[in-house]
């Protein structure tokens, strides 16, 4: 770990260079997985355990709970949009120690120990990753009309739909069709893992355009 600029005569090698901030040597707390390592992403999995190691004295670690947002950013061909609320309300509070396992419920929490603060954002178990039927349809919105999405979510077999859907967009052609189904939504995943952070990464407008691009 160096507090310096990466010097230019070491380039080479397995080191890893880190950049040290005043922000970075005051927070007060890190997030680590079971093992004690540092955890390098801004999301965790619904019920998956990770800790939070404190730095200096011990001192209470305290999470307010909100809502998930399902608001994407607005697609490229988007009008003019209603306008987004500006404050969540907490759904609820707690306080624990440092070096605790936590298993939290979905939601976006706020950490805080001492005057530092972060998210995290809670998802399902199976984030990154999209698979089931609305969870497909959502990253569409990109792509498509409200109408073309509603006779999706109203298909009486959603996911054979979406196969319709990406078919018809290949032409019939289904090697062409599975291609495109693993570009977009291998995207969509993607973006979740760069660009999660108080909501899911495909929903973030760093996100639409990684999809959309």
């Given at each position: 770990?160096?507090t310096?600029?990466?010097?230019?005569n070491?380039?080479?090698?397995d080191?890893?260079w880190l950049?040290?901030?005043?922000?970075?040597l005051?927070r007060p707390?890190?997030?680590?997985?079971t093992l004690?390592?540092?955890?390098?992403?801004?999301?965790v999995?619904?019920?998956?355990a990770?800790?939070?190691?404190?730095?200096?004295?011990?001192?209470?670690v305290?999470t307010?709970?909100?809502?998930?947002s399902?608001?994407?950013a607005?697609?490229p061909?988007?009008?003019?949009?209603?306008a987004?609320?500006r404050?969540?309300?907490?759904?609820?509070?707690?306080?624990?120690?440092?070096g605790?396992?936590?298993?939290?419920?979905a939601?976006?929490?706020?950490?805080?120990?001492?005057g530092?603060r972060?998210?995290?954002?809670?998802?399902?178990?199976?984030?990154?990753e999209l698979?089931?039927?609305d969870?497909?349809?959502?990253?569409?919105?990109?792509?498509t009309?409200?109408?073309?999405?509603?006779?999706?979510?109203?298909?009486?077999?959603?996911?054979?739909?979406?196969?319709?859907?990406w078919?018809?967009v290949?032409?019939?052609n289904?090697?062409?069709?599975?291609?495109?189904?693993r570009?977009y939504?291998?995207?969509?995943?993607?973006?979740?893992?760069?660009?999660?952070?108080?909501?899911?990464g495909w929903?973030?407008?760093?996100?639409?355009?990684?999809?959309?691009?």
């Amino acid at each position: 770990i160096e507090t310096s600029s990466q010097p230019d005569n070491d380039l080479a090698g397995d080191g890893a260079w880190l950049q040290l901030t005043t922000e970075h040597l005051t927070r007060p707390f890190l997030l680590t997985d079971t093992l004690g390592q540092p955890l390098l992403r801004r999301y965790v999995q619904a019920n998956e355990a990770f800790g939070i190691d404190c730095y200096g004295p011990d001192q209470p670690v305290r999470t307010r709970r909100y809502p998930l947002s399902s608001q994407a950013a607005a697609p490229p061909m988007a009008g003019t949009l209603p306008a987004q609320p500006r404050t969540l309300s907490v759904q609820d509070s707690g306080a624990f120690r440092g070096g605790q396992l936590l298993q939290l419920p979905a939601g976006l929490y706020l950490l805080q120990a001492g005057g530092s603060r972060q998210g995290v954002l809670v998802e399902d178990n199976n984030f990154p990753e999209l698979t089931t039927a609305d969870e497909l349809i959502a990253p569409l919105v990109y792509l498509t009309s409200s109408a073309e999405r509603k006779k999706l979510f109203d298909a009486p077999e959603p996911k054979k739909a979406v196969d319709r859907f990406w078919l018809d967009v290949a032409g019939g052609n289904q090697t062409i069709g599975r291609q495109l189904i693993r570009t977009y939504y291998g995207r969509v995943a993607e973006a979740n893992r760069l660009f999660s952070a108080h909501k899911a990464g495909w929903l973030t407008d760093r996100g639409m355009l990684y999809l959309v691009l």
